[in-house]
């Protein structure tokens, strides 16, 4: 594989959604905020899960609540109701109307390149379903912890809608992903859909040339996920390759969090996603990179996205891209 051919992967957290938010008052089309893992509970008022039980949450982590359920057989049903309440809740989310950076995000990329995202919203899901009408060329998506829109057909191994989705096969409905791991013990193997989303995602992640990670902490605790990244990255053998890191945090602290992931210099951070490779080079950066930083070549690499887009605009860009 020619290194032009080679695909640029993007990996979601939770801070992307958050941005994403961040455009329309931190608010979805309904007018609901949305939470990172901490202090989730209380952010997405959901403490009515816990008020007729004895149990009270001594973290503010939701992975670390969820956990703690996880391993007391004594909570099973409170544990229950708390993933009950959590996929009730993200399912009301509606992505806003206008261009939000989901959809730039999903028309910046090509077949050959794909998005992961460890995130449960809708969002991701509700924007490649509009942006379709714009183009057929678009990236593989992975939910590498479920989605609430998204859904399994366990026998065939096909996913779609849930709800409304069947399976092109045996024509039943999709069944819902699992949403909630405990971080102690996050075995994905044990999980088919999950386990087949994971597969895909590392073999593209082992032939990526540009790897973007955005809105996603990479924290300690989260020790398979981390490690699977790591391994399958190898960023002692992308010597050319580019990391990419969209994140508020300081630089500094950064480059040091993820300095197992580039090779030497080669990493770029950038607050916002309107900065990025993806925002620069839409459906080219791959191709653009190498010409920037291998052969020299001088390109146009000022951003082609930008806050406040209408459609008609968006469309433009993507369809002036030869």
């Known amino acids: 594989m020619s290194n032009k051919n080679r695909p640029h992967v993007v990996l979601l957290g939770a801070g992307a959604s958050c941005a994403l938010l961040q455009d329309f008052g931190k608010v979805d089309k309904n007018g609901k905020p949305i939470s990172s893992m901490d202090n989730f509970i209380e952010n997405m008022k959901l403490e009515y899960v816990f008020n007729d039980s004895l149990y009270h949450p001594k973290s503010k982590n939701l992975e670390e609540i969820y956990s703690n359920l996880y391993s007391n057989p004594f909570r099973r049903k409170l544990r229950m109701n708390l993933e009950k309440a959590i996929y009730d809740t993200f399912s009301e989310y509606k992505i806003p109307d206008e261009p939000t950076i989901y959809d730039m995000l999903i028309l910046s990329l090509t077949a050959k390149d794909c998005i992961a995202t460890f995130n449960w919203d809708p ?181 082609k996205f930008h806050r406040g887009m209408n459609w008609e605009e968006l469309t433009d860009v993507i369809l002036s891209i030869k």
């Open 123 to 303: 969002f991701l899901v509700q924007a490649y379903m509009r942006v379709r009408t714009i183009t057929n060329n678009f990236p593989e998506i992975y939910y590498l912890h479920g989605n609430v829109l998204i859904g399994i057909c366990n026998e065939h191994k096909r996913y779609g809608i849930v709800y409304r989705g069947k399976c092109p096969i045996c024509n039943k409905r999709y069944e819902p992903l699992q949403l909630l791991y405990p971080i102690k013990h996050k075995n994905y193997n044990a999980v088919p859909s999950i386990k087949s989303f994971w597969n895909q995602f590392k073999i593209k992640l082992q032939d990526a040339y540009i790897f973007t990670v955005f809105g996603y902490s990479g924290p300690k605790s989260d020790v398979e996920a981390i490690e699977l990244v790591k391994s399958n990255w190898d960023a002692g053998k992308k010597q050319l390759e580019q990391l990419e890191v969209i994140d508020i945090q300081d630089e500094n602290s950064l480059k040091k969090h993820w300095e197992d992931f580039y090779f030497t210099s080669h990493i770029e951070i950038h607050k916002t996603f309107y900065d990025s490779i993806l925002s620069k080079f839409p459906r080219k950066s791959v191709e653009s990179l190498i010409s920037q930083n291998e052969y020299a070549e001088p390109i146009d690499n000022s951003p």
